[in-house]
Protein backbone atom coordinates (compact mmCIF):
# COMPACT_ATOMS: atom_id res chain seq x y z
CA UNK A 1 0.00 0.00 0.00
CA UNK A 2 3.04 2.42 1.03
CA UNK A 3 4.53 1.40 -2.56
CA UNK A 4 1.09 2.41 -4.08
CA UNK A 5 1.48 5.69 -2.60
CA UNK A 6 4.77 6.63 -2.97
CA UNK A 7 4.12 6.02 -7.22
CA UNK A 8 0.36 8.26 -6.95
CA UNK A 9 1.71 11.17 -5.03
CA UNK A 10 5.46 10.58 -7.05
CA UNK A 11 2.69 10.49 -10.58
CA UNK A 12 0.74 13.00 -8.81
CA UNK A 13 3.59 16.16 -8.63
CA UNK A 14 5.15 14.75 -12.18
CA UNK A 15 1.29 16.26 -13.38
CA UNK A 16 1.30 19.20 -11.61
CA UNK A 17 4.42 20.09 -12.51
CA UNK A 18 3.66 19.69 -16.14
CA UNK A 19 0.17 22.05 -15.71
CA UNK A 20 2.52 24.74 -13.77
CA UNK A 21 5.34 24.67 -16.59
CA UNK A 22 2.38 25.41 -19.02
CA UNK A 23 0.74 27.73 -17.16
CA UNK A 24 3.96 29.92 -17.18
CA UNK A 25 4.63 29.43 -20.84
CA UNK A 26 0.77 30.09 -21.39
CA UNK A 27 0.60 33.26 -19.09
CA UNK A 28 -1.85 31.73 -17.00
CA UNK A 29 -1.44 33.41 -13.75
CA UNK A 30 -4.62 31.80 -11.36
CA UNK A 31 -3.12 28.17 -12.52
CA UNK A 32 0.40 29.56 -11.62
CA UNK A 33 -0.91 30.61 -8.42
CA UNK A 34 -2.58 27.31 -8.10
CA UNK A 35 -0.17 24.31 -8.53
CA UNK A 36 3.01 25.76 -7.38
CA UNK A 37 1.10 25.35 -3.53
CA UNK A 38 0.63 22.25 -4.57
CA UNK A 39 4.56 20.94 -5.59
CA UNK A 40 6.06 19.95 -2.42
CA UNK A 41 3.37 18.73 -0.63
CA UNK A 42 2.77 15.94 -3.10
CA UNK A 43 6.56 15.10 -2.72
CA UNK A 44 6.53 15.13 0.94
CA UNK A 45 3.08 12.81 0.90
CA UNK A 46 5.29 10.11 -0.96
CA UNK A 47 8.06 10.52 1.44
CA UNK A 48 5.52 10.43 4.94
CA UNK A 49 4.80 6.55 3.10
CA UNK A 50 7.87 5.40 4.03
CA UNK A 51 8.95 4.04 7.53
CA UNK A 52 9.33 6.56 10.21
CA UNK A 53 12.57 7.62 10.47
CA UNK A 54 14.82 10.17 11.40
CA UNK A 55 15.76 10.53 7.68
CA UNK A 56 12.40 10.71 6.64
CA UNK A 57 11.56 13.21 8.82
CA UNK A 58 14.35 15.58 8.28
CA UNK A 59 13.36 15.25 4.33
CA UNK A 60 9.45 16.35 5.04
CA UNK A 61 10.90 18.97 7.32
CA UNK A 62 12.87 20.22 4.26
CA UNK A 63 10.13 19.62 1.54
CA UNK A 64 7.87 21.70 4.29
CA UNK A 65 10.33 24.65 4.16
CA UNK A 66 10.54 24.96 0.24
CA UNK A 67 6.89 24.85 0.42
CA UNK A 68 7.11 28.42 2.76
CA UNK A 69 9.86 29.42 0.10
CA UNK A 70 7.14 28.88 -2.71
CA UNK A 71 5.05 30.63 -1.47
CA UNK A 72 7.00 33.83 -0.44
CA UNK A 73 8.80 33.72 -3.81
CA UNK A 74 5.02 34.15 -5.06
CA UNK A 75 4.21 37.20 -3.35
CA UNK A 76 8.24 38.98 -3.33
CA UNK A 77 6.51 41.78 -5.79
CA UNK A 78 4.15 43.00 -3.30
CA UNK A 79 6.60 43.37 -0.44
CA UNK A 80 10.73 43.12 -0.83
CA UNK A 81 10.63 41.23 2.24
CA UNK A 82 8.99 38.28 0.98
CA UNK A 83 12.08 37.46 -1.20
CA UNK A 84 14.32 37.42 2.29
CA UNK A 85 11.94 35.18 3.74
CA UNK A 86 11.74 32.81 0.99
CA UNK A 87 15.39 32.84 1.18
CA UNK A 88 15.36 32.16 4.37
CA UNK A 89 13.08 29.25 3.92
CA UNK A 90 14.93 27.66 1.31
CA UNK A 91 18.75 28.37 2.97
CA UNK A 92 16.87 26.20 5.91
CA UNK A 93 16.33 23.42 2.86
CA UNK A 94 19.86 23.00 1.97
CA UNK A 95 20.73 22.79 5.48
CA UNK A 96 18.65 20.03 6.20
CA UNK A 97 19.28 18.42 2.78
CA UNK A 98 23.30 18.43 4.00
CA UNK A 99 22.29 17.02 7.27
CA UNK A 100 20.78 14.15 5.55
CA UNK A 101 23.84 13.63 3.54
CA UNK A 102 26.08 13.72 5.63
CA UNK A 103 23.99 11.29 8.14
CA UNK A 104 23.75 8.98 5.34
CA UNK A 105 26.57 5.73 6.46
CA UNK A 106 30.18 6.43 4.67
CA UNK A 107 30.89 3.01 3.42
CA UNK A 108 33.48 4.05 1.12
CA UNK A 109 35.91 6.84 1.08
CA UNK A 110 34.50 10.15 -0.30
CA UNK A 111 34.47 10.61 -3.97
CA UNK A 112 37.07 13.40 -3.30
CA UNK A 113 40.05 11.55 -2.52
CA UNK A 114 40.72 10.23 -5.74
CA UNK A 115 38.48 12.92 -7.52
CA UNK A 116 39.55 16.26 -6.06
CA UNK A 117 39.02 18.33 -9.38
CA UNK A 118 35.00 17.86 -8.53
CA UNK A 119 35.70 20.08 -5.30
CA UNK A 120 37.70 22.78 -7.28
CA UNK A 121 34.90 22.58 -9.72
CA UNK A 122 32.06 23.28 -7.60
CA UNK A 123 34.08 26.26 -5.18
CA UNK A 124 34.96 27.49 -8.71
CA UNK A 125 31.27 27.65 -9.46
CA UNK A 126 30.45 29.33 -6.35
CA UNK A 127 33.27 32.04 -6.93
CA UNK A 128 32.46 32.69 -10.09
CA UNK A 129 28.65 32.89 -9.60
CA UNK A 130 29.05 35.77 -6.76
CA UNK A 131 31.85 37.37 -8.74
CA UNK A 132 29.11 38.27 -11.32
CA UNK A 133 26.23 38.79 -8.92
CA UNK A 134 28.49 41.33 -6.53
CA UNK A 135 28.15 44.38 -8.18
CA UNK A 136 24.25 44.10 -8.39
CA UNK A 137 23.47 42.50 -4.94
CA UNK A 138 23.35 45.97 -2.82
CA UNK A 139 21.68 45.25 0.54
CA UNK A 140 21.58 41.47 0.26
CA UNK A 141 24.87 40.98 -0.34
CA UNK A 142 25.65 39.09 2.74
CA UNK A 143 22.15 37.37 2.72
CA UNK A 144 23.32 36.18 -0.91
CA UNK A 145 26.92 35.46 -0.13
CA UNK A 146 25.74 33.41 2.61
CA UNK A 147 23.31 31.15 0.61
CA UNK A 148 25.75 30.50 -2.42
CA UNK A 149 28.18 28.94 0.40
CA UNK A 150 25.21 26.88 1.75
CA UNK A 151 23.77 25.78 -1.27
CA UNK A 152 27.45 24.52 -3.09
CA UNK A 153 27.91 23.06 0.43
CA UNK A 154 24.65 21.03 -0.40
CA UNK A 155 25.85 19.73 -3.21
CA UNK A 156 29.51 19.14 -1.84
CA UNK A 157 27.78 16.52 0.43
CA UNK A 158 25.52 15.13 -2.30
CA UNK A 159 28.90 14.32 -4.15
CA UNK A 160 30.73 13.00 -1.04
CA UNK A 161 28.63 10.14 -0.13
CA UNK A 162 28.40 9.27 -3.67
CA UNK A 163 30.74 6.29 -2.93
CA UNK A 164 28.64 4.81 0.21
CA UNK A 165 25.22 4.38 -1.72
CA UNK A 166 23.87 2.69 -4.46
CA UNK A 167 25.14 3.73 -7.90
CA UNK A 168 21.52 4.73 -9.15
CA UNK A 169 20.96 6.44 -5.47
CA UNK A 170 23.98 8.49 -5.90
CA UNK A 171 23.20 9.52 -9.76
CA UNK A 172 19.51 10.63 -8.03
CA UNK A 173 21.57 12.52 -5.17
CA UNK A 174 23.81 14.19 -7.65
CA UNK A 175 21.70 15.08 -10.06
CA UNK A 176 19.41 17.21 -7.70
CA UNK A 177 22.02 19.02 -6.14
CA UNK A 178 23.02 19.95 -9.12
CA UNK A 179 19.87 20.73 -10.87
CA UNK A 180 19.36 22.50 -7.52
CA UNK A 181 22.55 24.78 -7.69
CA UNK A 182 21.23 25.86 -11.34
CA UNK A 183 17.65 26.74 -10.37
CA UNK A 184 19.03 29.31 -7.95
CA UNK A 185 21.35 30.13 -9.76
CA UNK A 186 18.92 31.28 -13.01
CA UNK A 187 17.05 32.97 -10.37
CA UNK A 188 19.85 35.05 -9.46
CA UNK A 189 20.87 36.06 -12.65
CA UNK A 190 17.40 36.59 -13.50
CA UNK A 191 16.40 38.62 -10.49
CA UNK A 192 19.88 40.58 -9.88
CA UNK A 193 22.10 40.66 -12.99
CA UNK A 194 18.87 40.82 -16.22
CA UNK A 195 15.77 39.13 -16.88
CA UNK A 196 15.91 37.08 -19.47
CA UNK A 197 13.11 34.67 -22.02
CA UNK A 198 11.54 31.54 -19.91
CA UNK A 199 13.32 32.65 -17.09
CA UNK A 200 10.41 31.65 -14.31
CA UNK A 201 9.77 28.46 -17.09
CA UNK A 202 13.65 27.66 -16.76
CA UNK A 203 13.61 27.86 -13.10
CA UNK A 204 10.93 25.92 -12.32
CA UNK A 205 11.92 23.13 -14.27
CA UNK A 206 15.07 22.52 -12.83
CA UNK A 207 13.64 23.21 -9.12
CA UNK A 208 11.37 20.73 -9.93
CA UNK A 209 13.27 18.07 -11.32
CA UNK A 210 15.64 18.56 -8.72
CA UNK A 211 13.15 18.01 -6.03
CA UNK A 212 12.29 14.97 -7.66
CA UNK A 213 15.45 13.56 -8.03
CA UNK A 214 16.08 14.35 -4.53
CA UNK A 215 13.38 12.62 -3.48
CA UNK A 216 13.46 9.32 -5.69
CA UNK A 217 17.47 8.77 -3.82
CA UNK A 218 15.66 9.42 -0.95
CA UNK A 219 13.43 6.51 -1.78
CA UNK A 220 15.59 3.98 -3.36
CA UNK A 221 18.18 4.32 -0.48
CA UNK A 222 15.18 3.64 2.28
CA UNK A 223 14.69 0.38 0.47
CA UNK A 224 18.42 -0.80 0.27
Same mark, same amino acid.
Given at each position: ?6 R ?18 F ?10 P ?6 A ?12 N??IV ?16 IN?S ?12 H ?9 LK ?13 ? !?L ?9 Y ?5 L??L??? !? ?5 I ?8 L ?10 A ?5 G?T?? !? ?6 A ?13 LI??T????QY???K ?6 K?
Open positions: MKLFLQYFLGAFVIVTVLHLCAIVHYEDGRFFTKLLMPLLAAVFNTATSLNRIIALLFSFAGDCFLMFDYPFFIFGLLSFLLTVLYIFYFLKESNPSIFKTNIWLL !VVLGYGFALLLLFPHGSTLP !VIVYAIICSMLLAAHIYNSVSKTTCFFVTALF !VVSDSLLINKFMHPFNLASFMLYCAAFIVGFLLNQA
